[in-house]
């Protein structure tokens, strides 16, 4: 519409039964638009809404270990590693020692080289580990999900050819 007086742009914003909203009031002159308020706080508050739920939260799990794990715990924590890397969460991996462990810290040391080692195709280790008192850590990140392969379970058809139907 241009610049125009304040009554006569109030009297175009009732006439269309429709608000008179100051767009830009250090602007010299102030802009203003004429349009449903209450419509436009309301798009204005689906935006924000969208764009949180585009946003990522970053997750932090945690696995701990111990420096005399049984081969089982181990295979079966390594599971629930590579699942949260898998969920694109990082994880925090913990040797806890206690007594006479503290004085081998390199046992630590190997369980969490070895593991960087076997999940290297699908993280990368963020802080390399070090000593926290009784503790010692290590954090890994997910690569892209592009990066990613998928398991052999969710493979399409299983090896071997046609189905077997039981008869021979």
């Known amino acids: 519409m241009g610049v125009v007086a304040l ?4 009297a175009a914003a009732r006439e269309r ?6 767009v830009a009031p250090d602007a010299s002159p102030p802009v203003c638009r004429i349009m449903d308020h209450n419509r436009h706080k309301y798009e204005e508050q689906q935006r924000k809404k969208e764009s949180r739920k585009k946003a990522t939260q970053v997750v932090v ?9 049984d081969v089982h715990d181990y295979t079966t924590k390594m599971r629930h590693v590579e699942r ?3 969920e694109g969460h990082k994880v925090k991996l913990t040797i806890m020692f206690r007594g006479r462990e503290m004085a081998h810290p390199e046992l630590g040391l190997r369980i969490l080289e070895r593991i960087a080692e076997e999940v290297n195709e699908i ?7 070090r000593q926290d008192g009784r503790n010692m850590t290590m954090v890994l990140h997910p690569l892209k999900k592009s990066a990613r392969k998928p398991k052999p379970a969710e493979t399409a058809a299983p090896a071997g050819g046609a189905e077997s139907t039981g008869a021979t």
């Open 123 to 129: 993280a990368m280790v963020e802080s390399s580990p």
């Open 84 to 86: 949260f890397l898998a």
């Open 7 to 10: 009554p006569d742009a109030l």
């Open 61 to 69: 799990k945690e696995m701990k270990f111990r420096p005399k794990i």
């Open 17 to 22: 039964e429709l608000d008179l909203v100051e």
